[in-house]
């Protein structure tokens, strides 16, 4: 089954947005970014996956994994190739991997990605998924799956100025099936509280950090 409806049009259109966002101002907010089977499983697939699936998330590389409940209190489930649903979503990134490439080269290499759970309260502090320079995360990717969310729950993403950390630029509401797409390196982000459960899947865009024939190291 390809639930990406890979000859749908507005799948294309979606990707030519994102890339006109990303050229010109390094962040994209697309409402309604997937096509309406491809939302629907991924938000059905999350909404039974047990909660034994999920593992309390930590902040810092993985060979320094540390949890630290004061800065992120999420929980998450990676993705994996083994699911289909699963699998359908990487299919989706790596369309938009190929456009991306093809109209700006960024030379993005690699996507992995989590599914989060928020519970009523939680949060994420303000953070850049990579650090300066690192080149080890490139672009974010946040999805949000959220079937019945009000706008008066919170739980929004603030995103702030990339010149100034002080400065917000704009918060996005997590509704169903919008779609965040930023410059990792460039805009720190923070995920307020909210009253409700959240769900969502982040992921990133890698570039190949390999040298010669040499693997590059697990971040
Ligand atoms: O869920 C969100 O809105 C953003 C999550 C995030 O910033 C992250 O996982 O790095
Ligand atoms: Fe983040």
Request: charged share 25%.
């Amino acid at each position: 089954m390809d639930l990406t409806q890979e000859r749908d049009p507005s799948v294309s259109e979606i990707y030519q947005k994102i890339c006109d966002d990303i050229y010109a101002q390094g962040y994209s907010i697309i409402d309604n970014a997937l096509p309406q089977a491809l939302l629907q499983s991924l938000m059905n697939h999350i909404a039974t996956l047990s909660s034994q699936e999920f593992k309390v998330a930590g902040t810092g590389r993985q060979d320094e994994h540390q949890v630290n409940q004061f800065v992120r209190r999420d929980e998450i489930h990676w993705l994996s190739e083994e699911r289909e649903c699963e699998r359908e979503w990487f299919h989706w990134a790596q369309g938009l991997q190929t456009e991306i490439n093809k109209r700006l080269m960024l030379g993005l290499f690699s996507y992995e990605a989590h599914m989060a759970h928020y519970e009523p309260g939680a949060f994420y502090k303000k953070h850049l998924d990579a650090f300066k320079g690192s080149r080890s995360r490139v672009l974010s990717t946040v999805l949000y799956l959220n079937p019945q969310w009000q706008s008066n729950y919170g739980g929004e993403l603030v995103i702030y100025d990339e010149h100034n950390h002080d400065s917000e630029l704009t918060r996005v509401s997590p509704m169903p099936g919008t779609l965040v797409v930023f410059l990792s390196e460039d805009f720190p982000h923070e995920v307020l509280p909210a009253r409700e459960h959240r769900h969502s899947i982040a992921g990133w865009f890698r570039v190949n950090e390999s040298v010669g024939n040499q693997i590059a190291p697990p971040q």
